[in-house]
C-alpha cells in the first residue's frame, strides 16, 4: 500500500483514525474487527465452496489484529459458528465475539422472525453450543421490523428476556440490532445496551444521527454492511479519491467510517484473504480533512437520490 500514514506526515490527523481502539463490553477491542457471515455459502445458507479457505481466513483474522468477530448462529444456521468454533476455539482472552438473535431460517434459504421469549432461549443455547462457550460475550436482539431498515415497535419482550438470560449467567452483555432511537430508550429501561448494530456506510447515512447520539454515550455503534453488503459501493468518486490516495475504495469507504466517529467500530465481511489483508490495513489511512469533505459529499448525494 502506497498511502501516507499518521505516523509519516506532519498534518493534523483527525483524531478518531489515530485512536484505534474503543471498549466494548468493557474491553478495548481494536476499531477494525471482522463479521463472519460471508463465510457460509451463497446466500448466507449452506457450507462454505471453500471449508479450509473459511478457517484460514478467521484464523488471520485474529493473528492480524481483529479482537472484535461478529457472527449469528442463523448464518448458514449453524454453519458460521462451527468454523468460527473449529477456527478459534479455545478463545483468546481478550477475542470479543459478538452473535445476535431475533430471527431463523427457512428451508429455502429465507429469514424469519423468531422473536417470542421462547425464540430468544433456544437461539443464545444454539449459539452457546455451536461457538463452544459457556457464556456469550454480547448478544444483539436483531429486531425484524423490516429486513434492513429498523421499523418502530417495542421490543419489551425480546429484551426482557435477554435480561432474564443475562441474569442466568448465559449473556454477558446486550446489543441491538435494526433499531430505531426509541427503541434503544425502549431497552435501555430494561438493562445496560452495550453496542448498536444497524445499517450505515459512506452512501447509507439515514443514521447520522444516532452515530452522534450513541457517541455521545459512549456506546459503541457498528455498522452492518459497512462496504454496502451483498452489492459493494460503487462511485466514481470514490475511485478518484482512492486513486489519488494510492489505497482501493473499499479501504477508503472503510477508513472514512474511522474518521466518522470515534464509537465506530468495523466489522467487514470477507470470503477472500486478500481482501481481508486490505481491509485489516485501514487503520493505517490517513484521510485529510480535504478528502473527507469530497467523501461526505458523496453520502450526502446519494442521501438525496
Ligand atoms: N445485524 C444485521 O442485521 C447484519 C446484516 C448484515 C451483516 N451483518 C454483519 O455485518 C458484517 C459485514 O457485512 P457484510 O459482510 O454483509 O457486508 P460488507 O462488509 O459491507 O461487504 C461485504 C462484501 O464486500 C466484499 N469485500 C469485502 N472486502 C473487500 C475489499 N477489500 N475489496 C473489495 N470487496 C470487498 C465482499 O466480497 P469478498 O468476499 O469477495 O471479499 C462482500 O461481497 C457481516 O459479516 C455480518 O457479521 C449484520
Redesign the pocket.
Known sequence: MSYSTSEATSEATPAATSINTFPLAGRPVHRVG??????AGPG?FGPPKDRDAAIAILREAVASGANH????DF?GPHI?NQLIREALHPYADDLVI?T?VGAVRGEDGSWLPAQEPEDIKRAVYDNLRNLGLDVLDIV?L?SMGN??TPAEGSIEKQVVALAELQREGLVRHIGL??VTSAQITEAQSIAQIVCV???Y?LVQREDDALVDELAGKGIAY????????????QSSALSKIAQTLGA????VA?AWLLHRAPNLL???????L??????MQVGQLRLPEAVCVELNAIGAVSAQQ
Open positions: 471482522y463479521g463472519a457471515m460471508q463465510l448466507v468477530i461478529d457472527t449469528s448464518y458460521t459478538v445476535k444483539n436483531r429486513i434492513h440490532s435494526n448494530q444497524n445499517h456506510n457498528v455498522p452492518f454492511f459497512p462496504l454496502g453488503g451483498f452489492t459493494p459501493i482501493t475504495p473499499m479501504q472503510l468495523l466489522i467487514p465481511g470477507t470470503s477472500s486478500e481482501h481481508l489483508r486490505e481491509n
